[in-house]
């Protein structure tokens, strides 16, 4: 009866309210300003796609009805399976067809497509009309569309994206050598702007150094004021010459304004210049990591009558940025005295690969954040302009990267777009607070000496103020020219470059914890699969903590001079590579985002005492110990706190003090109990029927109080799949793009999760949205591990109920019961241009082959490849992460 009772409660739907949080994500470079004149609307619905090549898919004509119906953000592998490495991913052309309705209102605007991301080269045509070729996949294309155009009628856009190899762009390396995946498609946002013939420009679509649309600066600041520049530049395509003002305002959160300011701008017919205006604040709010205060920079473009005929509006932090060797970093003029520890992201994704939504962007900096992060690496591209916008809001300080990684093509082609690369990063990530350095190199390259000087000079010319620092190895060629500089702190990885200091620069550890025995086998105890459990997770946590062997870590990170101030850990995530049949498995979380013992080692690392609103800060204490047959006896607790107080099955078992880096103030946030845990001791509260006396408790004590708690206990009888979303309270919108995650994790009766188990949960999704993936790429069913089966539900265009159910596999009376989860998705705001909206699929997810493969072909084309890398042992990979390890890893 009790079991039935239980099966019954577990069966109950769950209707969860809207989430709050509603994160703000910018549009084509700016964010919305009501009555500007300018508006950009969502074109990422109503897309039909084909894998493969297709003769006459431009023309205006072309039947597209029998091809697959998908909205952007879209990847070319439309689902990817778990583990997708060793270039088995897709590689080749794909067709994108639209059908759009431009308003009739649109006639005499100017009108352009904006597209954020293209993997890799592309061309975009309309009606037929050949506008657009791309060679960058890392930064926007934008395409004018205004004389190709009829408003009011049925217009068709198309495009061909190409990710085959192709030496003469950057990354420039053939997939099979390259560390990530190069996934293909149109895999971020597109947005149709429309504007007036006068109008403020796009910096991406000019070519002008530190040139085009809005670009602010802080110049000077102290608590009592903050000096700062806006330039802006206008374009007048009448005509008829004019004289127009420039006016910026700067508003703060609640909307009241702190400051404004006017420019005339006089132009000529068709032609451009730029206003400059200066803006001055009294006792200014000030953007830093920890309290990351954003205005809001209002620009209006008005003519001689003083109607506003353009606006645009940018969120902007009053911050400046300095080092010395000294001080090391100076943040708005004083010392930043807590090392700045971080990571690299790649934002490759699991399932969806790089075709992340722009929830799961800010979702990645929140995760990060409340692991105690303040500095991300963009490894090795510019990423999503909303995870940009994510590390402004959360306060995560930003090294930008251009595109490369172990690639220089001799032929003149190639530099000059790695060129045009690092002018088009800094003119689209200019304006945000988040910016710490700009890494203008190609990672791990040995690129010409004087590439070296040319993209630090190309950077400080497109940046012409202060607060502009560029980085390189320190031992690369050309070093001499960069201000920062990236190296292993001392005693890490046993080298000791202490001794070589430059004492005109300062230093970073721009990858550090990954540690191989070979860059062949890769054997190495940084690298560790979540579903592997508790001991290799352990191993990880320790490694990147304090291993017993000289290696980069946080305590030798700690340990080091203000002139050495930080390092990003190599990788935040798991992810999937294109030169090696194994993922990359370093993450503190996995490709899902799901948190090893590592996470909570990191979160250990974070100041006690900062509490950041909507960001799970402040003291924190994990037991990294399941109490499974298996946990091993000692017990190992991460903490934050001054000292932890372990008690163990109701007693006190005994209290240990978080030790310091030697010679700092900084915590190595693990303490271990040794020989603490007992399974014959839990088997016999257990038998006496008290099993819920079975527990580890760990207290963190700081100043002698108690603030925080955690408890781990043995997981019982599995008699429930709960289901949960995890999406950060994120508001969830219906815009035919977001894509959220959900968790459907074995349970006990007390929700506590059965780690062990080797069964499945099969996913059914109704209502207005739809499961990304089926069977083939192991989506559904999905394999239980540690514990959890995740999945991603990919919202509709249409508002309304999303209903998912979970089903153990297999089936069966004594099997744990069905987990249902009901939610509402809300009406998303803005303007939307299709002609077609998609029904959700609750179907199988297609998953297209036009190769007319078999799934036992295809497994022994896959077995076939892998055979061919394991030949070649990649030797030049080898031989180049070998050649930068001591400045690396």
């Not at 990571?343 to 409340?370: C, T």
């Not at 459907?744 to 949960?761: C, H, P």
Request: charged share 25%.
């Amino acid at each position: 009866m009790i079991r039935h009772l239980l099966l019954l409660l577990g069966a109950i739907s769950v209707l969860q309210a809207a989430p709050e949080r509603e994160p703000e994500f910018s549009k084509a470079g700016f964010y919305d300003l009501a009555g500007s004149g300018r508006e950009v609307a969502d074109f990422n619905i109503g897309w039909r796609f084909h894998r493969g090549d297709v003769k006459g898919a431009e023309a205006r004509d072309f039947n597209h009805r029998e091809w697959q119906s998908v909205s952007t953000p879209h990847g070319v592998d439309t689902a990817l399976p778990e583990e997708t490495s060793g270039t088995s991913n897709y590689q080749g052309p794909a067709w994108y067809r639209k059908t759009f309705t431009p308003p009739a209102d649109l006639a005499g605007k100017l009108v352009s497509l904006h597209f954020e991301g293209i993997l890799g080269k592309s061309k975009v045509w309309v009606n037929g009309k050949l506008l657009r070729e791309h060679y960058s996949g890392f930064l926007p294309a934008i395409v004018d569309i205004t004389a190709a155009i009829e408003p009011g009628k049925p217009n068709v856009v198309a495009v061909l994206a190409d990710n085959s190899d192709d030496p003469t762009y950057p990354p420039g390396k053939p997939q099979k050598n390259l560390d990530y995946c190069y996934l293909g498609g149109i895999y971020r946002d597109v947005w149709l702007v429309t504007t007036n013939r006068v109008h403020i420009t796009d910096p991406n679509a000019v070519d002008q150094v530190a040139g085009g649309g809005v670009f602010f600066h802080t110049d000077e600041l102290t608590d009592q004021q903050a000096k700062s520049g806006v330039q802006v530049q206008v374009e007048n395509t009448t005509d008829q010459p004019g004289t127009y003002t420039v006016q910026c305002e700067l508003t703060d959160a609640a909307g009241k304004t702190v400051t404004s300011a006017e420019a005339p701008v006089t132009l000529s017919a068709k032609s451009a210049d730029h206003a400059k205006v200066a803006l001055t604040v009294e006792k200014p709010a000030l953007w830093t990591p920890d309290a990351p205060v954003l205005h809001n920079l209002l620009v209006r473009v008005k003519d001689k009558d003083g109607k506003v005929i353009d606006g645009c509006r940018s969120r902007v932090g009053l911050r400046t940025i300095a080092f010395t060797h000294e001080q090391g970093f100076i943040l708005n003029g004083k010392p930043f005295t807590e090392k700045l520890i971080g990571a690299n992201r790649h934002q490759d994704h699991a399932v969806i690969g790089f075709a992340l939504s722009n929830n799961l962007h800010w979702l990645d900096v929140l995760k990060l954040r409340e692991a105690g992060l303040r500095v991300v690496r963009n490894a090795h591209y510019p990423q999503d302009p909303a995870f940009m916008d994510a590390c402004d809001e959360l306060g995560m300080l930003v090294i930008v990267n251009t595109p490369g990684w172990q690639f220089w093509n001799k032929e003149p082609i190639f530099g000059q777009r790695v060129y045009s690369d690092i002018r088009n990063m800094v003119r689209r990530d200019r304006n945000h607070a988040s910016v710490l350095l700009w890494e203008p190199i190609l990672n791990e390259t040995s690129y010409p000496a004087d590439f070296a000087k040319n993209a630090h000079d190309i950077t400080h010319a497109e940046y012409p103020y202060p607060g502009c620092y560029t980085a390189a190895d320190s031992e690369a060629d050309g070093h001499e020219h960069f201000e920062v500089l990236f190296a292993h702190p001392k005693s890490g990885d046993g080298l000791d470059t202490a001794t070589k200091y430059d004492k005109s620069k300062v230093y970073f550890t721009r990858e550090w914890g990954d540690n191989v025995d070979d860059w062949g086998a890769q054997n190495s105890p940084s690298r560790v699969a979540r579903a592997w459990g508790e001991v290799p997770q352990l191993v990880q946590a320790k490694h990147y903590a304090k291993p017993s062997y000289a290696y980069s870590c946080l305590d030798s990170l700690f340990r080091a001079g203000p002139e050495h101030f930080g390092g990003t850990m190599w990788h935040a995530f798991d992810h999937q590579r294109g030169y090696h049949p194994d993922p990359f498995l370093g993450g503190i979380m996995d490709a899902f985002r799901r948190p090893k013992f590592s996470y909570e080692l990191f979160k250990a690392q974070r100041p006690p005492g900062l509490i950041m609103p909507g960001v799970d800060s402040g003291p924190t204490v994990f037991v990294a110990n399941m109490m499974t047959p298996f946990s091993p006896e000692d017990v190992t607790v991460y903490s934050n706190c001054d000292s932890v107080r372990l008690s163990v099955n109701g007693k006190v078992f005994g209290e240990k003090a978080i030790p310091f880096a030697e010679g700092t103030r900084s915590r190595i946030p693990m303490v271990t109990f040794e020989n603490a845990f007992h399974f014959m001791e839990a088997k016999k509260l257990s038998r006496a029927f008290k099993p819920n006396d079975v527990q580890l408790v760990a207290e963190g004590i700081i100043d002698g109080k108690v603030v925080c708690t955690n408890v781990s206990r043995p997981a019982q009888l599995a008699v429930k799949i709960g289901l949960s979303i995890d999406n950060g309270g994120q508001k969830i919108l219906a815009d035919g793009s977001t894509v959220i995650p959900i968790v459907a994790a074995l349970q006990d009766k007390n929700g506590t999760i059965k780690r062990l188990n080797d069964g499945a949960v099969s996913f059914e999704v109704t209502g207005a949205g739809e499961l990304i993936g089926d069977v083939s790429v192991g989506a559904n069913p999905r394999i239980l591990k540690w514990g959890e089966a995740p999945a991603l539900i990919r919202v509709g265009a249409k508002p309304g109920k999303i209903r998912i159910v979970a089903r153990f596999v297999p089936a069966g009376a004594q099997m744990p019961q069905t987990g249902v989860l009901e939610f509402e998705t809300a009406p998303a705001p803005g303007r939307f241009i299709q002609d077609e909206i998609p029904e959700p699929s609750h179907g199988k997810a297609v998953v297209q082959n036009d190769g007319g493969d078999t799934v036992d072909s295809l497994r022994l084309k896959l077995e076939a490849t892998e055979k061919e890398l394991n030949r070649l042992r990649n030797r030049e990979v080898e031989r180049q992460q070998s050649d930068f390890e001591h400045t690396g890893k």
